[in-house]
C-alpha cells in the first residue's frame, strides 16, 4: 500500500495517534483482526482507529468496582448529514437500541443518534444493521471531516433552505473517507447500497488543486495520516444559526440572489470549543469571516482549507492541533493566503450578512407547499419510555405508520416532515397518547432551549453529572427566578461535565462546565443567538450553590437591564466587576440566614454568613410564623435548632 508523505512538520515528534493512523493501513488495523477475538474489549490502539469508524469504547461507570474488570460496551453515533434520518434507519436504530444498546436513543448536539450499552460482540450486527438501513456511522467520530450539519427546517419555499441540505450532504460526500476498510470490516466486503454521489462532487474529489490532492493513496484527500484533529463543517442560511455556526472549524453560509438563485457562500473559519482546565494555552474560540467563494468553486475553496489543517495543523500535540489554534497562531492574513495558494486564486471578500437568530422550529408548521413539519422537543436529546412518558414508543409509531423522514436539530431534538395535513390529527393523537408535548409553548423556556451533554455513566471524560443533572439545577434556576419576580424571565443554558463543550456551553447566556465533582465553572455573557462566546465568571461553584450564587446576580439583572435586554446580554454589558460588587452587597431578602455571634462584624469585614436551605413548604410555614409572631426567621431557626441540638447526645 503507497503511503503518503509524513506531514511537513516541525522537528516536535508527532503524537502517539499518527503512528497508529500510519500503521492502521487506511483504518483497518488492529481492528479488523481484534473484532473476530472473544474479548470484551479493544486495545489502546485499536479503539483509536475504531472511533473513525463511528464508535467509542466506554464503560458503565456506575458499575465501576475496584479490582474488577470494567463493564465494558461501545457508544455508536451516526453521521446524517444535515440531520437526515430516513424513516427505514430511524427504525432500525430504535430496534437496536432495545436489541443491544441501553433502550434508549441520543439525538446529538450535531444532528446525529448514538446508541450507548452495545457490548464488542453484537458491535459487527449493530453497524451492518445500520449500513443496510442507509445510514453510516464511517466518520462519526476520529480526525476526519465530522457529520456536516445544517438548518434542520425543510422549508420548501425558501430555496436557501433547500441548497444548505443540498451541499451539506455534498461536502460531506467530498470529505467522506475512501478507504474500504469500512466495508470490509463491518460488512465483509459487500458494498453498501448508498445514494449515488453527485458527479460534480466525485470530479472534486480527485481534482488537482494546488496541493490539495495526495496522488497515489486510498485517501485523495486525507493521505495516510488523515486529519491532525476532527475537523467541523457547517453550511446555513443567512440569519438562520441554528446550527451554532461559530463552534464551527468550517462554516458556508449560502448567499442567493433575489430571485432565489444560488450565487456562492460566505466562508467562516476557526471556530472550537473544546478545552483543557487550568491550561491557559487551550481555549475556546469562535469562527472568523474568510471570503466569499462562488458557487462553482465551492469544492475547491473546502478543498483548500482542508489541505491546509491537514499541511499544517500541529501533529504534535492534540490539544494543540485543531484549525482554530493555527488560524490563532498564524492571524487570519496569513491563513486565507495559505488557502488562496492550495486554491489557486484569491477568495473574494465576505460579503456584508443580516443578523443571524436563533431558531428551534418546534410544533406544528407549514413548510411551504401544503405539507407540514412538526418539531418535537427531546429532553437533553434522551429518547425513552418511562413510565406514562413514552417518547420512544410514540416516534416509533410515527415512522411506522405515516413512514417520514426526520431531521434532527443541532438543539438535541427532531423534526418529522412531508407531513400530509390529513394525517395531522392521527399524529397528534399519538402524541397525546404517548404523554409527549407538541405545543412548545407548554414547555418551560428554560428547558426549551437547554441543552446537556450525556457525561456519567457513558462518557469516560466526564468531571461530573451533566444530563442527569440538569433537570433538577434548571427547576432550582426557576425557583430562584420566581423568588427575585423575574417569573417569565429565561434564557439559554448550557451544561457539560467537563470543558470539552460537546453541548456548546461556551455559546450559552449561562454556561456549566463540569470543573470537580459536583461541582461547575460557571460561564455568562453568551448572547440568546449563540453569535459571542460567554466568559468564565467563577472556577468551581458547588451545585448546592446554586441558589445564593445566582440570586444576587439575578436581583441586579432584574434592577439594571435595559429594556428587553436579555440575561445574556447584560451580564456581557455590564461586565463580571460590576456583577461582582453587586453581588458582595447583595443581601438576600428572604433568605433565612444564620449569623455567627462572635466574632462581631466591622463595617469592614463583611459579615460571616451561612446559608441554610429550605423546601418551599417548610420556608412559607417559617415565613408566616416569623411575621404572625413578629420575630425574624433567623431567629425562628437559631432557637429551633438549639432546641433540636439538646436533644442530642
Ligand atoms: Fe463531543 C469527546 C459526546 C459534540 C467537543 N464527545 C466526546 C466523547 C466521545 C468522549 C470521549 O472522547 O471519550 C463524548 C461521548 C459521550 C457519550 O457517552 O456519549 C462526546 N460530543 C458528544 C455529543 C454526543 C454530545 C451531545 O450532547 O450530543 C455530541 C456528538 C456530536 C455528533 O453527533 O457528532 C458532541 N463535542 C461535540 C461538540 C459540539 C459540536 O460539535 O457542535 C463539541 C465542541 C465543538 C468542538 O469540537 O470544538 C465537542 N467532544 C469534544 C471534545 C473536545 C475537542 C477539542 O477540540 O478539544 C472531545 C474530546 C476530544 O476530542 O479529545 C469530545
Ligand atoms: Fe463527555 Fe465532556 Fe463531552 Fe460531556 S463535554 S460528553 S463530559 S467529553
Not at 40 to 56: C, N, R, V
Not at 342 to 350: D, M, N
Not at 447 to 460: D, E, I, K, S
Request: proline share 6%; with cysteine; hydrophobic share 35%.
Amino acid at each position: 500500500m503507497v503511503k503518503s508523505a509524513p506531514p511537513p512538520l516541525t522537528s516536535r515528534k508527532p503524537s502517539k495517534v499518527e503512528g497508529i493512523k500510519e500503521n492502521s493501513n487506511f483504518l483497518r488495523e488492529p481492528v479488523a483482526t481484534q473484532i473476530l477475538e472473544d474479548t470484551t474489549h479493544f486495545s489502546e490502539d485499536a479503539i483509536q482507529i475504531l472511533k473513525f469508524h463511528g464508535s467509542y469504547q466506554q464503560d458503565n461507570r456506575d458499575n465501576r468496582v475496584k479490582g474488577q474488570e470494567k463493564d465494558y460496551q461501545f457508544m455508536l453515533r451516526t453521521k446524517n448529514p444535515g440531520g437526515l434520518v430516513p424513516p427505514q434507519l430511524y427504525l432500525a436504530l430504535d430496534k437496536l437500541a432495545d436489541e443491544y444498546g441501553n433502550h434508549t436513543l441520543r439525538a446529538t448536539t450535531r444532528q446525529g443518534f448514538q446508541l450507548h450499552g452495545i457490548l464488542k460482540k453484537n458491535l459487527k450486527a449493530a453497524i451492518a444493521t445500520i449500513i443496510k438501513n442507509l445510514g453510516s456511522t464511517l466518520g462519526a467520530c476520529g480526525d476526519i471531516n465530522r457529520n456536516v450539519m445544517a438548518p434542520p427546517a425543510p422549508f420548501k419555499n425558501q430555496p436557501e433552505y433547500q441548497y444548505a441540505w443540498e451541499y451539506a450532504q455534498n461536502i460531506a460526500d467530498l470529505l467522506s473517507p475512501q478507504t474500504g476498510a469500512y466495508y470490509e470490516i463491518w460488512l465483509d466486503g459487500e458494498k453498501a447500497i448508498s445514494a449515488e454521489e453527485s458527479p460534480e462532487v466525485k470530479a472534486a474529489r480527485v481534482r488537482n488543486g494546488n496541493g490539495t490532492i495526495i496522488h497515489d493513496t486510498e485517501e485523495p484527500i486525507y493521505g495516510t495520516y488523515y486529519m491532525p484533529r476532527k475537523f467541523k463543517v457547517s453550511v446555513t442560511v443567512t440569519g438562520d444559526n441554528s446550527i451554532d455556526l461559530y463552534s464551527q472549524d468550517l462554516t458556508l453560509v449560502v448567499i442567493t440572489d433575489s430571485q432565489g438563485d444560488l450565487q456562492g457562500f460566505n466562508i467562516f473559519a476557526g471556530g472550537g470549543l473544546g478545552r483543557t482546565h487550568n491550561k491557559e494555552e487551550t481555549f475556546a474560540r469562535i469562527a472568523d469571516p474568510i471570503g466569499y467563494v462562488n458557487k462553482a468553486d465551492v469544492y475547491d475553496a473546502v478543498k483548500a482549507i482542508v489541505a491546509t489543517q491537514r499541511d499544517y495543523g500541529d501533529r504534535t500535540d492534540r490539544r494543540h492541533a485543531r484549525l482554530k489554534y493555527l488560524i490563532n497562531d498564524w492571524g487570519v492574513d496569513k491563513f486565507r493566503a495559505k488557502v488562496e495558494e492550495y486554491f489557486g486564486k484569491p477568495l473574494a471578500p465576505f460579503q456584508e450578512l443580516p443578523e443571524f437568530k436563533y431558531h428551534d422550529f418546534l410544533g406544528w408548521h407549514e413548510q411551504g407547499d401544503g405539507n407540514l413539519f412538526l418539531g418535537i422537543s427531546i429532553d437533553n436529546g434522551r429518547v425513552k419510555d418511562e413510565g406514562s412518558f413514552k417518547l420512544k414508543t410514540a416516534l416509533r409509531e410515527i415512522v411506522e405508520q405515516f413512514n417520514l423522514p426526520i431531521r434532527l436539530t443541532a438543539n438535541q431534538n427532531l423534526i418529522f416532515y412531508e407531513i400530509a395535513p390529513e394525517n395531522k390529527a392521527a399524529i397528534q393523537a399519538i402524541l397525546d397518547r404517548c404523554g409527549v408535548v407538541s405545543d412548545p409553548n407548554t414547555i418551560d423556556p428554560l428547558v426549551r432551549y437547554a441543552m446537556a451533554c450525556p457525561a456519567l455513566p457513558t462518557c469516560g471524560l466526564a468531571i461530573t453529572e451533566s444530563e442527569r443533572a440538569i433537570p433538577g439545577i434548571l427547576e432550582r434556576i426557576r425557583a430562584v427566578l420566581d423568588k427575585v419576580g423575574l417569573q417569565n424571565e429565561h434564557f439559554v443554558v448550557r451544561m457539560t461535565g467537563c470543558p470539552n463543550g460537546c453541548a456548546r456551553p461556551y455559546m450559552a447566556e449561562l454556561g456549566f462546565v463540569g470543573s470537580a465533582p459536583e461541582s461547575y465553572q460557571v460561564w455568562l455573557g453568551g448572547s440568546p443567538n449563540q453569535t459571542r462566546l460567554a466568559q468564565p465568571y467563577v472556577e468551581k461553584l458547588h451545585h448546592n450553590d446554586i441558589e445564593s450564587f445566582l440570586e444576587p446576580i439575578f436581583v441586579y439583572f432584574k434592577q439594571s437591564r435595559t429594556s428587553q435586554e436579555s440575561f445574556g446580554d447584560f451580564c456581557d454589558r455590564v461586565g463580571f466587576d460590576a456583577i461582582r460588587e453587586f453581588a458582595s452587597q447583595y443581601e438576600p431578602e428572604a433568605a433565612v440566614t444564620v449569623e455567627p455571634e462572635a466574632p462581631k462584624a466591622t463595617s469592614k469585614s463583611r459579615k460571616a454568613r451561612y446559608r441554610v436551605s429550605l423546601h418551599d413548604d417548610l420556608y412559607t410555614k417559617l415565613k408566616t410564623t416569623a411575621t404572625s409572631q413578629g420575630r425574624s426567621m433567623t431567629d425562628l431557626v437559631k432557637e429551633a435548632l438549639e432546641a433540636y441540638f439538646q436533644t442530642l447526645p
